[in-house]
């Protein structure tokens, strides 16, 4: 069966510190992978997705970028976090033409 | 107006009643709809899945879309307090699976003892 991993779970990092946030998916080849944002009283909101290695494909322009260095990795950085990055990061993947996306545990980011 | 429109709630309802959650949206396009379920602190878990219109029914759990008129509903009968949780819908147009799903803000739900 298909595992996703996140980690942290939780972070706490100082304002114009750097951030890499990973993930892992086991037990599928080739998922499509995807970041999301989950900010209180605003729902979820895309920030990438890739399908394949090396191919990122960004939904909002921000301050965090995201990398793909192996099919069943997806990085999640910045080089200087802000205030707004605060949230609940959430790592999904799907297969293929599937539509349903299947989401891991989660990493809660706090940016004094 | 935002695509997906979702009322967050709370939403309290004693033990054993039917709920009703609810989302409507503005896409057209959509044709790929989901319900997860997200406890606090947690990852949401995908609960329905429906393609077009239609019902879909899953143990306690019933998926209704209603394209004509851009609603879905889940019903939950028999509702458990492990049924309280934070409900998202969810919506695609493509199948194709390489774009991320469009949510609503997601209904809090307490089911009181």
Redesign the interface.
Known sequence: SQTIH?WPATLVQPVGSPLSLECTVEGTSNP?L?W?RQAA????Q?LF?S?GIGQI?S?VPQNLSASRPQDRQFILSSKKLLLSDSG?Y?CAW?????????????T?LLVL | QKEVEQDPGPLSVPEGAIVSLNCTYSNSAFQYFMWYRQYSRKGPELLMYTYSSGNKEDGRFTAQVDKSSKYISLFIRDSQPSDSATYLCAMSASGGGADGLTFGKGTHLIIQP
């Open positions: 996140q499509n995807y999301y009283g605003r729902g979820l895309l997705y399908v494909s939904e609940f959430l799907s297969v293929g033409n599937k539509e349903t996306q299947y989401f891991g545990p989660g809660r």
